[in-house]
Structures are given as C-alpha cells and as structure tokens.
C-alpha cells in the first residue's frame, strides 16, 4: 500500500495492521496485541518489511498501530516520517531511521506528539525549511505541520478542500506539489490553487481542469516535471482518473479517463493543456526518470478506486516525453504481465529502474480472486536501460556525499564511448509513494558545465540547487545523464 527507497538502498513497504495473516512472521516474541483488531486479538504477522535491493532479502518490521491510507514523507536527515491511518493509527506519528541493510532499524511510534487532527487519506509535503506540511484526509479541511509550529496554531482551516468535495468525496490524497516560488500548488477534485503555508492563504485560484474528477476515490496521478535553468518555471501534469458516479455506483466496466491536463503552475495567467493518453486509466503511478521523462504505469483501464471496483487491467506503461509537441508525447511501452490494481505502487531505483509492488483491491488478503492479492514484486526497465545503449551508459567514479545551496562542485564520470554533447546531473529525490501520487517527488536538473575529458574520465562542474524551494534539504538521488541514459545513482545529503 506504501513504499518509499531509503539512501541505504533498502525499500521500505507499509501495509495495514488490521487485515489478518501476512505471510511474513515477526520475530519470536514480538507479536502485538490489539483486543479492537476484528481478524488478530494476538497479531504475530509482520505488516511492514524493509526489502534489500542488492540481496532481494526482506526483514519484518513492527508497526504498532493502523497505517491503513496514511501518509509520508523523508525528513532532511533521512528520516522516513510517517502520519495518521485509521482507528488507533488516525492521529499517530511514526519515524523510520532506516540502517545499513543488515541492521536492525524499526518503526518508532512518538509518543511526545500526535497529530491536531486525524488524517486518514492525507498528502505530505516537505518544504523548504525541512518541515513537513499534512494536507487533508478524509472529513478532514485543515492543512498542520510536522514539526508543529511554534505560532502554536496547530491544525489551520483550508476552505479549498472542503469547496472541492462532492457525494463521493473526491478531495482525498490531494495532490501537492510544491513550486520553485516556495508556494504550493495544491490540486484536489478538478480544481487546484497556489497556497502560500507561511500566512496559510489562498493566493491564487487556478481554471478548472475539465474531464471528471482526478483525486481519490477516482484517482489519476500527478507528477511536477523536472526543475531546470532558472528554476522559476513549474510545470505540473495529472492524468487519467475514473469517471464521476462510477465509486457510488460501485461498478467496474465504467471506463476511465484517458485525458491529461498539463498547466504552467507559476504563469500569471495560467491554463490548462489537453491531451489523450493511449488508454484510459484509473489508479496508474507516474514516475519521473532521471532523464525528465515520465513513466505512466500500473492502474485498471474501468472501474474506480475501492475495494473490487476495478477491471481490465492497463498492462501497458506509457512514456510521456514532456519535451515532444501535443500529440508526440506519450509512447506505448511493453505490457508487464502482473495486475497492479488498487494498492500498488511505483518507485524510481537508483540503477534507473522502477519498483512495482502491491496490488491488493480486497478488503482482506485473498490469493484466489481474478485480480488476487499481490506479493510479488518486479523491476521495470526502461528503454534507456537496453543493452544496445551499454556503451553510452555513464558510471559515476566521483561526487560529494554532501552539498550546500547554491555549491560549485566536481563530479567525475567514465563512459565507453567517447562524450557527445553534455553531460546532465540530475538531483531526484526519494518520495512516499501510495494510492497513485508519489508524496515529495522531484526531480532537479542542476546547472553544469560541458564535460572535460581528464584521464579517461570526464569531469563536469555543477551548482547545487540554489535553495530549499527549489530542491528542500534531504537526500536526493544524483544521476549522470549522457545522451537519455542515465548512471546508476549516488546519494547526495543536499543541506542549507
């Protein structure tokens, strides 16, 4: 139901507590016990695991209170922050300070702080002072911060939020992105505005975006495209969704979506361009590679979100090259084989791939259903990663583990074939990806300076990103890219 990649190359995955077995055991002795929980009194199945990408090895991790469509987020030193859920969990805070891969790092519940309000179908957002902003939840208008300001405010009413809900709710997992202004673009239902979270504000309100409504239960996906130049332009893309009435109708051959809205976010007069995917699509992941392009994957081609309301899986991922004119962008991939239904996300690896997990749509495990619940995980590669491209495929031997704002530093590149062009660093951070919207994805395109060949490699001068509205502080993905292909990562501590 949740994963995030942690700068340890390990994967974290978070499922609910209250749906009965796993097929994961706890270690001896630390079982949890809940007389509320309807399936487990006595609950001695892991509900949360840390996966090892080098070995494939999974460890189980104890989480203590219902994590059911909470939400997430990296805080500046590393740390996954982990809020709401459901019943006990509503109003929880959770840390996960992730280890080396064969450490022992668990989940904390704090006990010192819980949330204003409870937040069950919330966004995270860090911003750029390194706090963390929690954006709705279901029955839930008000925007609080992680930590909580000092102003003593706690939670603040967002009326946008409350505006946008219709009889199916539609204003869940809103989508927030925020800008190189250091605002934020907040979009939920088919409307989006610009919020301003230091005077808690609405500062400008965007057009419609027409097709039906895009946020949970009828979720399409969002991404922010890739920062770059000067970093004042923003730009931001949501696509697919289910049609309005299909939730509360509960059916499942209602067709989804197939339309993308594409707007300026920081023009003074902004508004919305159309176009059509290749398919129609519900509860798909968008993803952003390192090269800037965007991978559309996973998802049901009818039906909504919810427990078995979905049907005819969209097999097939899309690329969306956000740099082609209208009609040009998207390009069909090869289709995967394994349903990724409701529940399941999508995550950028370090070595360029993408992580597929989850698909569960039943209200309890069940491993028999046409669509069953979905314990395998795989990797999908790219284009980029094809063999015939090897030799242009650049290895990082060189770069700081650290960088401050506004920094001129080195990185030191081999590649087979000699150098044409320039050579891309690209800052990609770490999202909590759940329920089609990767919480705090970004991704960076620092300024550099054409390559020089030095000894067989190749040195290229790079700025850190100029401040905490551009890239906030935390660990971030960095990728050379030479000609579309992009190196396995380094992580990079990015600090004020």
Known sequence: MHTAVTRFNTVVLLDRTNIGPSRKMLPKGHCRYDRNDAVLKKDCYAHSVVFDLKTNQIRPLMILTDTWCSSGQFLPNGTLLQTGGDLDGLRKIRTF??????????WVELKDVELVNGRWYATNQILPDGTVIIVGGRGTNTVEYYPPRKNGNGAVELKFLSDVEDNQMDNLYPYVHLLPNGHLFIFANNKAVMYDHQDNEVIREYPELLGGPRNYPSAGSSVML??????????????????YGAFIE????TPAHGS??????????????????????????MVMLPTGDSLIINGAQTGTQGFDMASNPCLNPVLYRPDQPVGLRFMTLNPGTIPRMYHSTANLLPDGR????????????????EFPTELRLEAFSPEYLSPDRANIRPEIKGIPNMVRYGETFEVSVSVSLPVVGIVEVNFGSAPFATHSFSQGQRLVKLTVTPSIPDNGRYRIKCTAPPNGAVAPPGYYMAFAVNQGVPSVARWVHLVA
Do not use: K
């Open 226 to 243: 890739a920062l770059d130049g000067d970093f004042s332009t923003a730009v931001v893309v949501i696509c697919g969704g289910a049609q």
């Open 97 to 106: 300070e992730p280890c080396e891969p064969d450490g022992f790092c668990d």
């Open 250 to 253: 509960r059916t499942t051959d």
């Open 260 to 285: 993308c809205g594409r707007i300026v976010a920081t023009d003074p007069n902004p508004g919305w361009e159309m176009e059509d995917m290749p398919f129609g699509r519900v509860m798909g992941d």
């Open 354 to 369: 993408v992580l597929l997990a989850g698909s569960n749509p039943h209200y309890l495990y069940n491993f028999a259903a």
